[in-house]
């Protein structure tokens, strides 16, 4: 039996997919610089990482969090910077929590191409979970369907990161 199923997509992300990124050596590097030539949707730096809101976020909250350096080696990270790196991710918990309420997350790293890794620069992903993921079009239409502006995210997230900041 063959099912026909009908996906809505972000054609940005299509074009991504087939190749057309932007013409850099590594789009988080970029992102470190602070370069105009990608889309900056960053909420939170350290001295040595950043936490960003995915541009072709999977739910509401997608964050990265990478190390400035550009690093492709999960194993060259320091035991330093790996607890920095944890103590983010608690902190970044705790603020998704606050904020959008998920069900639960998905975290973790894409490491090489077959993976699914599309950047080298190793980077953590953090995606919230929700209960009610399945709406009324996945059932109807067969779709999985959100809409959500990674900019607004962004904004509402730097928000609350700003309290991590430490006082002078």
């Known amino acids: 039996m063959s099912v026909k199923r009908n996906y809505l997509f972000n054609t940005n992300k299509l074009n991504y997919v087939k190749g057309d990124k932007p013409d850099v050596d590594c789009i988080l590097c970029t992102i470190a ?22 541009l072709y976020p999977y739910n509401p909250g997608h964050l990265m969090i990478f190390p400035i350096k550009h690093i492709e080696d999960y194993g060259k990270l320091t035991d330093k910077d790996a607890l920095e790196m944890h103590r983010l991710t608690v902190k970044t918990l705790s603020i998704l929590k606050d904020e ?23 980077h953590q992903h953090i995606v919230p979970r929700y209960g009610n993921e399945a709406g009324f079009i996945d059932i109807l239409a067969g779709t999985r369907l959100f809409v959500i502006d990674p900019v607004e995210i962004m904004n509402r997230l730097k928000k609350r990161f700003i309290a991590l900041k430490p006082k002078r």
């Open 33 to 54: 610089e602070r370069s105009s030539k990608t889309e900056l949707l960053e909420v939170y730096r350290t001295k040595k990482f950043i936490i960003s809101v995915n």
């Open 100 to 122: 959008f309420n998920p069900s639960g997350f998905n975290i973790g790293y894409n490491i090489g191409k077959f993976s699914g890794a599309s950047i080298q620069h190793i």
